[in-house]
């Protein structure tokens, strides 16, 4: 099987990327006779034609979408993304650089290295671009000076020295070919390899570079028909998978073994990157979109928490505390930005440090508070579970592209220890503080009409209590929260940390839960922070006071035990 690299062109307007694209197309015979015909004129090709599809790109002699490519040499085959320079469309250049293995950068040489130059080399090292060339262009028009050239290739070893990688600078004339596929004879001082040699000789990295490390997003859950169970599809974004192999669900954390992959391959048994596959667990679990089953041995991070760097691609400037949608994988949620931390300079490549806002086309690094749990991996170990945009929630405009950087998983966040230093520095509370989660029963009386008698019942006693009725939790915490699975969650997850604060303050907090798990959920919450905090499922035949008494009894006794 041949090789295929992936790449994309940038640079600043007319430095002459089309035109390039055109030698390589013509020089590697990639061109198809009637294509090569309809743009040749009386002074040969129009080789920037070749590239520029649209007609508006024809008219005003520029690049305003991303185009693709094709060519292929004796070695490999080339998709080539030939992005905008324009600053007004760099969203398409960071669109047509996400996959790629190599970034080629073209500097006009009488301009040297502009700050679009600068700003296309951040973006490259941003989406991990593992493989940077610097192509200097134009060098007839200086008469291939050797000085000029020399100049422009020092500042851009120092471009890439500020970003921490190497880059190949090669002397071109693309509309000529110098250089290109053919070595020059017009720059005898110049000894690296041509452009086209260069390429041929890339490394380029393996599709799935998290070998061993299962990650598959969930983007759709079939029904079950007859004689199949429920399956869950979705793209390989890393290891393999197979039936048997035992995997956890995220942010779950269940754990099952898969019985059945449907690759749509009868040949193929094991499913690797980027096949869509279809699963069957041996359980019946609550997997949904955006769920992600992974390796157990190897978990990504499971976060409400990123910090991140942004290509800002909106004419609206981003100010902290705007909130966005955040689109990552097959999930979408909303999210906060809590914090801006820098602003790329583009003159210095500097990182200015906490600026009030981020403008159009700046890059910056920010804080984003998500609702709901998000399994993230930093996009050095993987493009696919580190990559996001994010996306206005009213016009539904993408306005930033995304990577994470780092996330503290909430599984192994702050614990009890942390609780008990927080609460060391104040003064001791008249009375403990204490939780109690009433689980319903058949038969049983009304959990919220009981958790009302206790909270009567010990206000009567002179104790601080509160009761977290449902209404009031809908009308306020968990106002923006709709019915989902996810946003179920996220409304206990709020409902938890309300009643921990309340009962680390001294209050006696009661509330309900649906069942045994989301209430041992929600009081190990509480007691993470300390206070005692109890489950009770009520008994069916006992009206609202009788279950209110035993139900202080326990409490009593469990917090005199604690």
Known sequence: MRELLRMSTAGSVDDGKSTLIGRLLLDTGSLPT?????????????LAALSDGLRAEREQGITIDVAYRFFSTAKRNYVLADTPGHERYTRNMVTGTSNAHLAMLLVDVRAGVLDQTRRHARIATLLGVPHLVAVVNKMDLVDFDRSRFSSVREELREVADRLGVRMLVVPVAAKHGDNVANRSANTPWYD???LLEH???????????????????????????AGRRRSYTGRMAAGTLRAGDEVVVLPSGSRT????????????????????????????????RGDVLVAPDAEPVVTREVRAQVCWMHAEPLTPGRRLLLKHTTRTVRAEVTALHDRMDPRTLAELPVPDQLQLNDIGALTLRTAVDLVVEPYAHNRDMGAFILVDEHTHDTVAAGVVREATDRRTGPRAGDGAVWRS?????????AALWLLPAAGAADAE?????????LLAQGRPAYALRGENLRAGLAA?????????AEASRRTAHAARLLADAGVVVVGTAGDAAQGEALAQVVREA??????????????????????????????GSG
Do not use: C, K, N, Y
């Open 480 to 488: 923006d929260l709709g019915d989902s699975a996810a946003e179920r």
């Open 257 to 288: 073994r898969v019985t059945a992959v449907d690759t749509l391959d009868d040949g193929r048994e094991v499913a690797v990157p980027p096949l869509s596959v279809a699963v069957e667990l041996a359980d019946e679990l609550d997997v949904g």
């Open 530 to 559: 300390g206070p005692t905090a109890v489950v009770l499922t009520l008994e069916a035949g006992r009206d609202a006071a009788a279950e209110a008494r035993r139900a202080i009894t326990v409490l009593t006794g469990e917090a």
């Open 449 to 457: 009409e009981v958790a009302g008698e206790v909270e009567s019942a």
């Open 192 to 194: 690296g390899p041509t």
């Open 425 to 433: 520095s104040r003064a001791p509370r008249p009375h403990p503080g």
């Open 199 to 225: 390429l041929d000789g890339v490394e380029v990295l393996p599709p799935d570079f998290g070998v061993g490390r299962l990650r598959m997003p969930v983007q759709w859950v079939s029904r079950p028909v």
């Open 34 to 46: 009637d294509h090569l015909a309809a743009v040749d004129g009386p002074d040969g090709p129009d």
